[in-house]
């Protein structure tokens, strides 16, 4: 289970996941994975319709309720209180490579299109990330997130880039779940004392 801070946790471990399996040819296009790798919209990425440098735009745009396990049942804690159950979400991201295209339109589309596929091998090869490789205050504990490619059409990814003002850039969704934080609210428990059976002789009439 997880404080608030869980969500910025789960950027840092899609950006850790991204950098620590780039390989030469991508490493090429992202040199600096660190900084190159952003968690802004995309369209903070670039001047007017034009990238300013060259990053990878991890940008998480929706967050919705899970419903499957909404409806948990309150925890017993200390015998007196009961504590509800943590909030259950999934998170939804959009991820842009922006290129600079100081080497000309054909090849800043083409590392485009190589560091686009890079990344989605590794969210495939990865899908389920736990232990060490969660970064933040999930690392090292029980909790896992999986990795989903989430498809969208392009009527509404037309629609998101509109509400961005710029010119559609090639872009994929992806869906993380379940991702818990808890809550602090607490109810009164009463303490189960003494359970009495009564049985009553039916006799027919």
Known sequence: MSQYPVIHAVDETLRSLIADHLDTTAKQILTDPTLQISFKPPHRLMTDTTPT?????L???RVVENGEVKNRALAS???HRLQYPPLALNLFYLITPLI?????????AKNAHQLLGKVMQIFYDYAIV???DLKGLLQNTAEEIRIVLNPI???DMTKLWSSF????YLSVSYE???VYIDSNRETGAEQVRRKQLQFTQMTGG
């Open 165 to 168: 003002m710029r010119p559609y």
């Open 77 to 79: 804690k200390n015998g």
């Open 53 to 57: 440098k060259t990053h990878l735009s």
């Open 176 to 178: 993380v779940k379940v």
């Open 100 to 108: 600079t295209d100081t080497e000309g339109d054909e090849e800043s």
């Open 130 to 132: 736990k232990g060490v």
């Open 59 to 61: 940008f998480l745009y």
């Open 153 to 155: 059409s392009m009527e």
